[in-house]
Structure formats: C-alpha cells, structure tokens
C-alpha cells in the first residue's frame, strides 16, 4: 500500500473513531449532549398516555376453571357435564389459539401457539404472549398506569410455556400464551404445590385472599375490566396468575361489543 493510502486509511479510521465517539456521547447515559434531553418515560407514563380502547368483558363463564374441573364427590351426571364443558373449552382454546399437542385436534387449528406468539414489554419487562391477547394486556397495564396509586413494579413476568405444567388430564393457559404471571415468587400460590403451604404468606389465615400477594388489589381489578380471570379466586388460590377468557374476537371497541356481554 503506497504512504497516499497509508495516510487516507488513516484519516478514515480517525474520523470514524470521531464519529463513534460522538454516538456514544448521545447514547450512553450521562454523556456530554445528554444534559438537554427529556428523561425517558416510564412505563406508566407510557400506558397512560396510550390510547387503547378496549370492552370491558368479564371471563366467558365455560372457560373458567372451576367450572370444568372434577371432584371425587360429585355424581357421575355432574362430571360428565363438566368434562363436556371442559371439552368444549379445550377446543374453543385450540381454534382461538393454536394446537398444543395432545389437547383438542390439529384439524381446529393449522398453527401452534408458539406459532401465534410474540414478544412485548409489559410493565416494563419482557414477557411472551399470544398476538391475539396483546391488546387486552396493553388495556388493563394502561388502567393500572391510570388508576392505581401504588408503587409496585413487578420483577419477573411469565408467559407463554412450551409444556404443559397441570396434571390429571388438564391443560394450562400458559401453553397457549394467554397466561400471565406476576412476581411467581412473590405472589403465592397456596394451594398448587406442597412448598408453597410452607411459605409464610400462605401459614397465615388472613381476612382476604389479597393478603396472600404482593401485588395490590388495584392491579387485580384492572386485569378483570378487560376479561381476564384472576386465579385468586380459584381453589388453588394462585395470587400471581391472570389469564385471558374473554372474547379474543372483540378486544378492542372498534370490534364490536362481545356477544358474551349482551346475553
């Protein structure tokens, strides 16, 4: 190479530096020419000032857990109209969001959930949902930014699952990405697992089921005003877990009101 383009390569690799220099002063926090700019939003800032206009819809009443499930006490009549409902809400899950192997039959549905998945920042942490439930969680995070007054940030968000974790014949919602869990160690679960009656949360006998999380009351309401079921309220007594079962065809109001809720 002649010293002509010795010294060119070199004025190059000068002014490239320059320039890399310059980005990174406006990047990086505490840079030069960072001092004049607005701070970032935070989450709720951001949900707040969003305009997503969502029903209002409770849970479709055949989804919901305690609905379906079986116990060893009751007639034989009654769990064979229970596992006709469960039936019945395994193959709704599967048209709606996808087949997961075993569950229902991949006729209803060409796609799988993880197919139909993807990635968001909810309250400001990564979490996986199914596409069809996005707007639901985006309505109730803005109504939380809107209407609760607390300080509570959650740590840890768990979504879609690529396994089943229920047992018995039993489907989760996590595997079809229409599952959120809050803090899953924070906000009990009393009544799933063994280890979980030892936490000290679940030793006590308190006055409402809302004294066995962290997570404030605000935050459940809001879940609820855009159809999603609040495990509290189950048997299991599972504090961090939401999920979706209202009308995935009629999130939004310009989808028209759900049919559910004018019956």
């Not at 849970?59 to 019945?88: C, F, H």
């Not at 018995?168 to 919602?173: A, L, Q, Y």
């Not at 999603?228 to 999920?243: A, I, N, Q, S």
Request: glycine letters at 6%; a negative charge; hydrophobic letters at 35%.
């Amino acid at each position: 190479m002649s010293t002509r383009a010795h010294r060119r390569s070199a004025l190059l690799l000068a002014a490239a530096s320059a320039i890399a220099a310059a980005v990174a002063a406006v990047a990086l926090p505490g840079g030069a020419q960072d001092d004049d700019e607005e701070p970032e939003q935070t989450w709720r800032e951001r949900a707040a000032a969003e305009e997503i206009l969502c029903n209002p819809q409770d849970p479709q009443d055949s989804l919901i857990r305690s609905n379906w499930t079986t116990k060893v006490y009751m007639s034989r009549d009654e769990i064979r109209d229970r596992r006709r409902v469960g039936a019945q809400a395994i193959r709704y899950r599967t048209e709606n969001y996808g087949y997961f192997e075993g569950f229902g039959q991949p006729e209803w549905n060409s796609r799988t959930p993880l197919e139909n998945a993807t990635g968001l920042r909810l309250f400001d942490r990564p979490i996986r949902l199914n596409e069809r439930v996005v707007a639901a969680a985006r309505c109730a995070e803005q109504e939380i930014a809107r209407t609760c007054e607390d300080d509570y940030q959650p740590r840890r968000l768990s979504g879609i699952r690529d396994r089943n974790t229920y047992h018995n014949g039993e489907v989760s919602n996590h595997v079809y990405g229409i599952a959120i869990d809050l803090d899953p160690q924070q906000n009990t679960c009393c009544n799933c697992v063994k280890e979980w009656r030892l936490h000290p949360l679940c030793q006590r006998t308190p006055e409402t089921i809302f004294e066995r999380m962290v997570m404030p009351e605000c935050w459940v309401r809001s879940f609820e005003k855009y159809g999603f079921y609040w495990l509290g309220h189950d048997h299991l007594m599972d504090t961090m877990h939401f999920e979706f079962l209202g009308d995935p065809e009629h999130v939004l109001i310009s989808d028209g009101p759900p049919p559910h809720m004018q019956e």
